[in-house]
């Protein structure tokens, strides 16, 4: 397959592609449109790769819609940035306020297996007093979520996902032991650990959703370093390697290539199906459930693209917040040059961390953050240098020419949830006919003390490893989360702790839009902590008869 | 589901090397009971003076294991230094010890005489000096990296255990020199200690201590495969009986402590096949081997509990022939 040849859906014959072998297929049972099946899952990513594998072993009947392809690792992902980039996101999407945001390669996927496929692999619990930050630290919102519920969640994610972490992690309440060792750290890691340890700060290798040891069929990581455009040993232990594969062995269909537009909702106020494109051709399947699991920005879309006369705002959205409370996550970056190499693509890019001002709340603003060691391959990397260093010609050449020799750090910040940033419809639309998000987001004063706090830090451990030509990006975002918040109630929530929608009781939200605030660190583990849970919760509900 | 157990050709080889591993360590327990009873019979036989033959055959046994502990480190650290670019001239040493270590213990395999031969002697004693070298250079280096002797640097930096079996490969070669070097009709003496108890008791810590390097890297490697409890659950056991041989009454078989050790023999060879599975569950496999055999498991690294389980077997036959 070329990168420009338009794909065409690759699990319609009751088989799903086998990743682990090159040309290899894997049974998989097919369902009608007409079956009442009973749940549909929108999104195969972080949050609704995991639910629709525990609830398929769970013994339900579940469809899983991707509007991504289906890609088979071993042959399709190349060694090449510019190819890869049919892993993101990229379809039109309007964005303004006064920071708008830039979508795409950061913050989105497109395929089974959703961010994740792409995703730099950091897997970080919350701080546990994040969950009620209202309350203990006096910001954002608390979740209707106990840390201790959580943090064996959190095990569960770890174990199935075979985190390779350090033996003993140095913030936070005990956890158990991490599945897999940590990686050997490199070069640009151990700069990290060195400026950390000058500072005063601990630091540690970083826990990563890929192997240090092989691992079913995937081999151990191999360090060269393409994690952020894709996995092409399998390494990775993202959802399409992991939780696709038990979904699809559980008698869960993954339709891949299949963008959901529209929820259909009855008279009696219950989900009844989804509207789906694929094929060409636009498709209805019945389903006792739905789960909105999109990420978000085309959650809420998709939300609000079903509104209908008895829910003309959109569905679940009584309290007017859906689409509300968009946050992303602070992503500046320092960088600098050593004397001496460095060779910072050599491994994942983020090897070694300091969670320390998660953890320290001696500063004057709301939210923590923590820092990571940086390997950004040379095409990005070229744009860091034309964008942030406004490096172009002669100038820029020289400048690549050190790239065995640049280190950086980049921090990933809990930005605040605000009511005005928010994801609404515009008036344009999309090659499948549907309205176009509109995608709007501002800092808080809170978010730019933040920011300048942690390139002030960064800055420092930069020049104690003897950095030189220090220079900061300023700009850069990643992770999203937010827009359909859970809470404690229909009045202030769309989806309750259950994921569940207050208003319809048989569509629910399993994905990184139900965060109510961010925290300081990566959020996949949380999300899939989420959709455990959430399976869990099914399962007992359902038991009960009150699904 | 399980999606931890790799499925197809991996699985099968597993299974195949793990059934091979298990018969041959239990067909190492084949025949000892007759053996012991032997033993047992010859050494009533020459009671108050041993027999000069075992000592020569206990001090062969000894230069066998010194080679297979030098065959060892010559390719596990040609392998491991290349990998490391052999950015310190230093790093060619244990290459250099090893092999004359080799050479001496081929050597002294083919001596039949009972003289100890000073060539070998200054080998044996280089390597030792070397092996111990290398522990504190790779020490140092550990020292100095963030993170000192914490996890991250056991699993990754410089090995401390490696130059250790250089350091072994010596000790046992310049003890099968002691034993080899005896006075007709009187027991073989160490330093005025009956050579078996020696033997038996530096064995027993040297298996100790490379359990505990296989445990460190497979602990590194989350035991994420059954089979590689064997190096950490069975020589630990030989160990045991080695050193209750070593500390214990002499001139009587011990047909448990043999078979263990025969166990850990089969072990170390079956373990060479185990990590050749494992490279081939690096990516790309045996096809990739020139990355692969230096990021992969290390095959020379196991037999390394072969040649310790010679020395063993060594002690075990001179104490059995220790008059009491
Ligand atoms: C480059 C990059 C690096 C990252 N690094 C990390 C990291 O190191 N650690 C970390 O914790 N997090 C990281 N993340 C974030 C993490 O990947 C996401 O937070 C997480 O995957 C979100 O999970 P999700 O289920 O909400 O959405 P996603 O994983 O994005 O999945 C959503 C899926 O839904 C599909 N979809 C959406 N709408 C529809 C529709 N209408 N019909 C059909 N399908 C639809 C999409 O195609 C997509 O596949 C990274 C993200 C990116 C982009
Ligand atoms: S560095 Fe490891 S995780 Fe990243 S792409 Fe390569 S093999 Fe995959």
């Not at chain 1, 959703?114 to 608390?142: C, I, K, N, Q």
């Not at chain 1, 079913?216 to 992991?242: D, E, I, W």
């Not at chain 2, 100095?144 to 090995?159: E, V």
């Amino acid at each position: 397959m070329y990168a420009d040849e338009p794909m065409r859906p690759r699990t319609m014959q009751g088989r799903a592609p086998d990743v682990f072998t090159r040309g290899g297929w894997i049974p998989m049972q097919l369902r009608s449109d007409g079956e009442e099946v009973d749940f549909v899952v929108i999104g195969t990513g972080a949050g609704g790769g995991p639910l629709t594998a525990r609830l398929a072993e769970k013994g339900f009947s579940v469809v899983a819609f991707d509007a991504g392809p289906y890609f088979r690792p071993l042959e399709e992902f190349a060694s090449d940035e510019a190819s890869q980039s049919k892993l993101f996101w990229t379809d039109e999407r309007i964005v303004d306020g006064a920071n708008p945001l830039k979508m795409g390669a950061n913050n989105s996927g497109k395929a089974v297996g959703g961010s994740t496929v792409h995703f730099a692999m950091v897997s970080l619990r919350f701080r546990p007093e994040w969950f009620r930050s209202r309350t203990l630290l006096g910001y954002g919102a608390d979740w209707p979520l106990d840390w201790r519920e959580m943090w064996t969640y959190y095990a569960q994610a770890e174990q199935d996902l075979s985190i390779s972490g350090p033996l003993s992690y140095p913030w936070g309440p005990k956890r158990p032991r991490y599945p897999y060792r940590a990686h050997e750290v490199n070069a640009a890691g151990l700069l990290l650990a060195k400026g950390a340890e000058a500072m005063g700060y601990r630091w540690s290798p970083t826990p990563l959703a890929t192997v240090s040891a092989p691992r079913g069929n995937s081999p151990p990581c191999v360090y060269r370093g393409f994690c952020r455009v894709g996995c092409s040993t399998n390494a990775k232990q993202s959802q399409l390697v992991t939780y696709i594969p038990r979904a699809v062995r559980a008698g869960a269909e993954i339709r891949d290539l299949a963008m959901v537009g529209r929820i259909e909702v009855d008279a009696t106020g219950r989900a009844t199906g989804v509207h789906y494109h694929r094929d060409g051709v636009w498709r209805f399947q019945r389903a006792r459930n739905v789960v909105v699991a999109g990420y978000a920005i085309e959650t809420p879309r998709l939300l609000l693209n079903s509104a209908t006369d008895r829910f003309p705002d959109g569905l679940a959205n009584s309290s007017g917040l859906v689409g509300r409370y968009l946050m992303t996550q602070s992503n500046q970056a320092v960088w600098g040059e050593m004397e001496e190499e460095v060779r910072w693509n050599k491994g994942p890019p983020s090897l070694a961390l300091t969670e320390h001002w998660n953890y320290d709340d001696r500063k004057d603003f709301f939210g923590g953050y923590c820092w990571m060691g940086q390997g950004p391959l040379p095409i990005e990397w070229s744009s860091v240098l034309t964008g942030a260093r406004g490096l172009w010609g002669e100038a820029l050449r020289r400048q690549m020419e050190n790239y065995n020799h640049q280190i950086g750090l980049k921090m990933v910040g809990e930005m605040l949830p605000h009511l005005d940033n928010r994801v609404t419809l515009s008036e344009e639309h999309d090659q499948y006919g549907l309205p176009i998000p509109r995608i709007t987001y501002s800092w808080t004063d809170n978010d730019k003390a933040l920011i300048d706090h942690g390139l002030a830090q960064m800055r420092t451990s930069l020049e104690l490893v003897g950095a030189r030509n220090i220079f900061l990006q300023k700009d850069d975002t990643n992770h999203l989360a937010g827009t359909a918040r859970m809470g404690f109630s229909r009045e202030t929530s769309v989806v309750d702790a259950d994921c569940r929608s207050w208003d319809i009781p048989n569509l629910f939200v399993c994905d990184g839009s139900v965060f109510p605030t961010t925290g300081g660190v990566n959020p996949h583990l949380t999300i899939t902590a989420i959709a455990l849970r959430t399976a869990d919760r099914i399962e007992a509900l359902a038991k009960r008869g009150e699904l | 589901m399980d999606t931890r157990s790799p499925t197809g050709p991996v699985a099968v080889a597993l299974a195949a090397a793990g059934g091979m591993t298990v018969l041959g360590m239990a067909l190492s327990g084949a025949g000892l009971r007759r053996s012991g009873r032997r033993v047992a019979a010859r050494a009533n036989a020459v009671v108050g003076a041993a027999d000069r033959r075992t000592a020569v055959t206990a001090a062969r046994r000894l230069n066998r294991a010194s080679g297979t502990l030098a065959a060892s480190v010559l390719f596990d650290s040609a392998v491991e230094h290349y990998r490391g670019g052999f950015h310190n001239k230093a790093m060619y040493t244990p290459l250099v010890a090893a092999t004359l270590s080799l050479l001496v213990s081929a050597h002294g395999h083919r001596d039949r005489g009972h003289d100890a031969e000073l060539a070998r002697d200054l080998v044996y004693a280089g390597a030792g000096l070397a092996g111990l070298l290398g522990t504190g250079f790779h020490v140092f280096n550990v020292g100095k990296k963030p993170g000192g002797f914490g996890w991250q640097n056991l699993f990754y930096s410089a090995p401390l255990g490696a130059p250790a079996a250089l350091c072994l490969s010596g000790l046992l070669g310049w003890l099968s020199e002691r034993v080899r070097d005896n006075a007709p009709d009187t027991a073989p003496l160490v330093l005025g200690i009956p050579a078996g108890r020696v033997v038996g008791a530096a064995t027993a810590a040297g298996i100790i201590g490379t359990v505990a390097e296989a445990g460190l890297l497979h602990l590194r490697g989350q035991f994420h495969d059954p089979f590689m409890l064997l190096p950490v659950t069975v020589p630990p056991v030989a160990a045991g009986f080695c050193a209750a041989a070593a500390f214990g009454g002499a001139g009587r078989p011990r047909p448990l402590a043999r078979w263990m050790l025969r166990a850990s023999a089969v072990i170390g060879l079956s373990g060479s096949a185990f990590h050749a599975i494992g490279v081939a569950r690096s990516m790309g496999g045996w096809r990739n081997w020139r990355q692969n055999l230096l990021d992969g498991p290390p095959l020379p690294a196991p037999p390394a509990f072969t040649g310790l389980a010679l020395a063993g077997l060594a002690a075990l036959s001179l104490l059995e022939d220790q008059p009491e």
